[in-house]
């Protein structure tokens, strides 16, 4: 469980619609720009959405309203601008039963094999590939990653600040490049270089 004493965040539109159980609804923390989900009889705040949650009703709803406007495709909007030794990418991740935390914003206990997780991201790496898609629109409903609010975008990063697999293959791309399929303890990811 995460302690949000520290974030006054805003409420969401109504949550009838967003597939919660009864009592939680979705919040948004103003120190971290991303939603996260609280329960306004217990005043329990959390990461993850709730047990009972029904995922599909909840992916559209997130896509709805938690879109981030703020950061757009071109990379432009808050806080943009290269670092020294750092660079931008965006990713998609899809988290499976072994992965190190097997419960994401989309569903509260993942119960996927490695090998369903693996077939899922081709799928969305053919699309991608094939131009009916991008990484970051596909990101918003997909990922399992809190980022893909930000249409998957982590920020700038340097050397040693991720997981190995996903640093080596992040910082191997060129901007605009979208990598092959990346196998972490997080999960499979899809990276793209933005800068």
Known sequence: MVSFECLLGSTSPPASDA???????????????????FNASTKESRWEPPVGTDTEKLKA?????????????????????????????????????????????????????????????????????????????????????????KRGDLGFFGKGEMQKEFEDAAFALKPGEVSHVVETASGVHLIERLE
């Open 19 to 37: 597939g919660l159980p009864a009592n939680w609804e979705v919040r948004h923390s103003n120190s971290k720009n991303l939603p996260y989900y």
């Open 61 to 149: 709803f997130m896509a709805e309203n938690h879109s981030s406007a703020a950061i757009r495709p071109d990379g432009s909007g808050p806080g943009s601008g290269a670092k020294e030794g750092k660079i931008r990418a965006a990713h998609l991740l899809v988290k499976h039963r072994d992965s190190r935390r097997p419960s994401s914003w989309r569903e509260a206990d993942i119960t996927r094999t490695k090998d369903e997780a693996i077939s899922i991201i081709l799928g969305h790496e053919a699309r991608i590939r094939s131009g009916q898609t991008s990484l970051g629109d596909l990101a918003v409903t997909e990922s399992d990653c809190r980022s893909a609010m």
